[in-house]
């Protein structure tokens, strides 16, 4: 399985009570493989795994592995602080039959990068999956260089990344020095053409669960090297990632970048509540007409 | 329940199988309880909580309360990434007897002050016992102000700090300011004797798990107003903690001080194995050489 | 004066006793007109200015300025903390004869966005010359948000954008939003051809010291709209980019990367010594060979 | 020459033209005198040396030293980038008559420790008077480490160590690891007395310019170990260190701490005007009130 094309993060929808909202997490699913999307990852940042107890990661799991039904690969975040935790989360990924493991470098402890080639090569050993390596330095607080990817790429124990660093110069040299078969994803919403101009196999963004169809014409266009119609797609969705900067300073990135995501899907119809976990700060109704405004800028309304 | 004295943070013995050696941390709680400390923190940093399994941190938690039957208070560590599944573990720590929790602020997602006064709110209304803040920026990448702390203390959100921050003026902003019963506790191995003449009520020393008699005596000689004796005992164990930096920079800091905790506990004959959870590197046969000689040099031998 | 092009920061070369080798210079100047390059920026931070004296600084404005003679903008880097200080640096370059200005928000203060956004406008009115924003979080500790550089660039303080931030999704949003005439360079050696097709206006690549020919040859494929061979070329470039990492973890970034450039310069021939300033390390015989190895690679000996 | 005592970090008095006030500065002197420190550290941050052209750091370097006249030694900061930046400052100093140096790590350059210990060396081979190490990460960017300043100061490159860096832990490590004659100050307001206690031997505190006679009380009853009235006093002096937050999240910490200096010197009479140097936000009128308040709180209307 080598991954490409679009495989958005998905959302994870809630009640207002703060428990899984399974059924518009079907819709939703419903809506990115209409849209035509190429796989799909739960569990990651943009499905709000850091907040999600193990019983609702795994009823996110159960949920959207049983309805895709193959149709599409299904990856699984396993997002932890260290390898004992991050194994116990891939091994309720396999039992759950999806089809790879995305594991971040270890966080909270102060770590180095021996001890981050050891972490990801003993979950290639024991997860019983392909790995991704997810590259998230604004989380995790430790930026994956080129050189222990490609070390982790070349003996097998990776078969991709996720890239969300933002550094493209530094994604290219994984790119240009990795071995075939290794799959190369950004995590961006906002430089897809050039991260696929430059070689990355597919793209991951959080922005997806809005408007997937939107992701698929990109790479659509790209794919049959059509640059304009890519570039074109690409800064009309540019624009419509201003939807993240609504909520300002009054709250926490996250807050405000899931909050967009959600807001949005429930203005679009897919989902029935805009709730975003705890402790998170959710938007108000100006916010919410502000996202609507962008929506409608972008044709999606 | 005010806290005072000595509360060490209980590290994890391990099989050379990365299993808890519960034998061995019976052993430890009786070394800590023969030494005079006045409370017990399990599952902290440096119980290696963020290694520890759900599974692990229950047989530790259990084992702990089992042990000390009520002697001394015993606080458990309730850390993850966000408020809902800080929740679950305070859930399990409740249930298997703690007397308080110790919660950092939200990690891995990018949060805000708003956010982190409710995630302690939230903690400390459905957490069912006393919240301790845990300000740990090295770890959690956010810096917990006095103002923050004062407030959280002044309408009843906090019972206590565990300032591991390093931050003694910030820390004492918040002796100064806080409301009675509110109790703060330094984190310091190196600056007990200040924090205690600030007014800090205890103290949560890694070290003192090698060496709980030297705290002891430590706070026992503030305590009595003897600041001349706390001075000495205090550049004693300033110079045995140099352990902490002999792994130096071919591992990580967590590698390289709770190694050295474990191998100085192995050495005193406390417990049957120096073995850290993975990903850590262990310490080789030179380094644990030159902590023996630490250890003999501070009269541990 | 709307710059377009490759403009490349231009190496100051050193004599062994670190004083500025004005006939070096002058040669290096050749090397970069006869490659063709559009500007040229000196005191940049490839240029060393942060280890420049103001005599020196002067030196090599006055030979780069006299030299050129008007054949291309020179734009002059005023690299320092504050305004003041950044002012006297504005007004030796416009006496030089210097064609427009390159400075950095405040550094080693602790600053503020407003503070940030009245810097620029200070240095627009009482410069005396355009003003170009330089985003170099890796020195400054401040990233210039796209909101901050669109207001500056609206009301006309700022020119343009040297973005050296590595964060090409936020350099988009400048490119999308910015009003006509506001020039936007990139400061990468590595997404160049990326950086042109999102509508960047032209590249300030530290590496073009060493093959002004090859961008100028990737900026002219781009122009006339043949995007493979302008990723040829760059990819050509990524590779040789590689002399940057030689140094590796015994020296500084600084030290790495301008001794990787200085000796390259020495082995093309365009320069008599490596020499980089104090209390930069120098690279050793051994790793100057591996930079030979990379240079032959890229076809450049 | 062995620093100890109250050395406080001189204000710079500025004209609303933002020129030096050097009859401001002069009585500023005065007041320092007259509460009795020991010595002066003039050119540091809390003298906006960041933000002083060189002429400016030249008239505040020439007034302070023929005001005092050798009544009491003057240290002269020579902050700058980079070694041969910092020399010039160190010539320039030499010649108007300092009696020392005082210099960070380079900053704004991607650093090295190997490369710190090699300018540090050279500063003290060529800048012909003693150097202190000025330690202030949240300036540099870069904690100078126990290790490093040990073995500079075992070498003799270093006379002593003014610690900015809130990390009482560290600092212990050199007061207790140094060679005899080697100074440590501590930079800190609001942990002089746990520092004396610990064995540092003068502080350089920015709030000793509002209240000289406070500072000298208290390393007086330190100096004749009557702990309790040390800590009194220090605590009155943490209450009055608050008037630095007034500025709150509308300015730059360099803005809102150095603003309130300032203000409370015009509130106290001994200078002429609050102006802070460009481009820093200036306090208000309310804030100016809540600063006058807190100053009456500490006795000092």
Known sequence: MMLTGVI???CTPMTPEHEVDATSLV???DHLLEGGVDGLF???SSSEVAYLTDAQRALVLETVVGHVGGRVPVLAGVIDMTTPRVLEHARAARAAGADALVATAPFYTRTHPTEIRTHFRILADRGGLPVYAYDLPVSV???LTADLLLDLAADGALAGLKDSSGDDGAMRQVILGR???FSVLTGSEITVDSALAMGADGVVPGLGNVDPHGYVRLTSAAARGDAAAAKEEQERLVRLFQ???VGGSRMGGSS?????FKAALCLR???DHPTTALPQIPLNADETRRIEKLLAAAGLL
């Open 243 to 245: 939807i993240v900067r």
């Open 269 to 271: 119809g897919v989902i």
């Open 42 to 44: 739960v569990l990651g």
């Open 179 to 181: 071995p075939a078969g």
């Open 256 to 260: 405000a970048g899931l909050g967009a």
């Open 141 to 143: 607080h430790t930026k």
């Open 8 to 10: 958005p993060p998905v």
């Open 27 to 29: 819709r939703l699913i």
